[in-house]
């Protein structure tokens, strides 16, 4: 099998590698039509591109978010990551308090895989930097290794749910490999902030992804109700313990 599809060219450039995971970014976009043009000019000036994931297959296997598929080249196989009748079940359970699909294909065998194109940021996660696991919100992943378990976990207090505002559930991964993740931001403007024995407040919903080793909870920002509502902040999502958080600052 032979493609050029990952070839450089003046429009089109690989901007990020991990693993056998390549981000293809059209830095033009020259397939427009005339009554196009000019929006896609300033699109392309402020950075809003199209993006897509190429997985390079060499004998190995990749678990995709369902309906990511764009073409696939050589010998590469479709599958679910459904082990039984049991999974299953868990599976629908866990898409049933998450925003995640239940079942997501798994391509396994030696090619190129390429996802759709998407105007999303594409950063790519080595597992390695987050040995205990990574929570995130819903709608982040777009696919991974199937070395890395995807799981549901809950939240370790219901204040973290509920005043939080962020669900009662969230998915995590888990284990060796490298992820990918579609956010709202570029990766230049994420911050990571490494906590050691450490706490992290944050006023929104401005955490994307955070280590499972940390614990999550709501918080006044004053001793007091009255003070909190005072001071014109209120509460504050709070994490605390050892481990790393992904912010991004100016959603």
Same mark, same amino acid.
């Given at each position: ?185 570029? @990766? ?59 912010? @991004?600052?100016?959603?």
């Amino acid at each position: 099998m032979k493609t050029n599809f990952l070839q450089e060219t003046e429009f089109k450039k690989v901007v990020g590698r991990k693993g056998n995971f390549n981000i293809v970014e059209y830095v033009k976009d020259v397939s427009v039509t005339p009554s196009r043009v000019v929006a896609e000019y300033y699109a392309g000036a402020m950075n809003v591109r199209r993006r897509q994931v190429a997985v390079e297959m060499k004998d190995s296997e990749v678990i995709v978010q369902t309906g990511a598929m764009q073409w696939t080249a050589g010998n590469v196989q479709a599958a679910t990551n459904i082990k039984g009748a049991g999974d299953l079940a868990k599976k629908m359970i866990s898409a049933s308090v998450t925003k995640e699909s239940a079942i997501k294909p798994k391509y396994m065998g030696s090619g190129l895989l390429v996802l759709e194109p998407t105007y999303k940021h594409l950063i790519l996660i080595d597992m390695a930097n987050w040995l205990d696991g990574i929570v995130m919100d819903d709608g982040l992943f777009l696919a991974c290794d199937a070395t890395i378990d995807l799981k549901t976990v809950a939240r370790s207090t219901l204040s973290s749910a509920v005043l939080g505002n962020e669900g009662l559930f969230n998915t995590m991964l888990y284990g060796p490999g490298t992820a990918v993740l579609e956010s709202p931001v570029p @990766a230049s403007e994420l911050v990571l902030v490494s906590l050691e024995n450490d706490t992290l407040k944050v006023d929104g919903n401005y955490a994307i992804a955070w280590s499972k080793s940390l614990k999550f909870t709501v918080e006044k920002t004053t001793k007091t109700l009255i003070g909190s509502a005072a001071s014109g902040e209120g509460l504050v999502n709070v994490y605390s313990g050892t481990g790393s958080v992904l912010m @991004a600052p100016i959603l």
